[in-house]
């Protein structure tokens, strides 16, 4: 299975034209993917639906626009509400 947002994805969502921040870019994807992937319970692939990939791409680009470390949920919330697997 194919990961849900490839490195060309977020370059493109973050604008970045360059190579010189890749492996970072590839830290902050692996990093979004599992907290989004922790949060509803699910692991996610490139045929997830949208909101969830849209809610990695957010992240990733909080991380790099911001350096956030923390990773808040709360910014992506509503996109992966949704899709929470319920526990009991």
Same mark, same amino acid.
């Given at each position: 299975?194919?990961?849900? #947002?490839?490195?060309?994805?977020?370059?493109?969502?973050?604008?970045?034209?360059?190579?010189?921040?890749? +492996?970072?870019?590839?830290?902050?994807?692996?990093?979004?993917?599992?907290?989004?992937? +922790?949060? #509803? +319970?699910?692991g996610l692939?490139?045929?997830?639906?949208?909101?969830?990939?849209?809610?990695?791409?957010?992240?990733?680009?909080?991380?790099?626009?911001? +350096?956030?470390?923390?990773?808040?949920?709360?910014?992506?919330?509503?996109?992966?509400?949704?899709?929470?697997?319920?526990?009991?």
């Amino acid at each position: 299975m194919t990961a849900p #947002v490839t490195l060309t994805e977020a370059k493109l969502f973050l604008r970045v034209e360059h190579a010189a921040e890749d +492996g970072l870019i590839q830290t902050l994807i692996d990093a979004a993917q599992a907290r989004v992937e +922790g949060e #509803v +319970g699910l692991g996610l692939t490139s045929t997830s639906a949208a909101p969830l990939r849209l809610a990695i791409l957010m992240l990733a680009l909080r991380a790099y626009e911001r +350096g956030e470390v923390e990773m808040s949920i709360r910014p992506v919330e509503a996109w992966i509400a949704p899709y929470r697997v319920v526990r009991l």
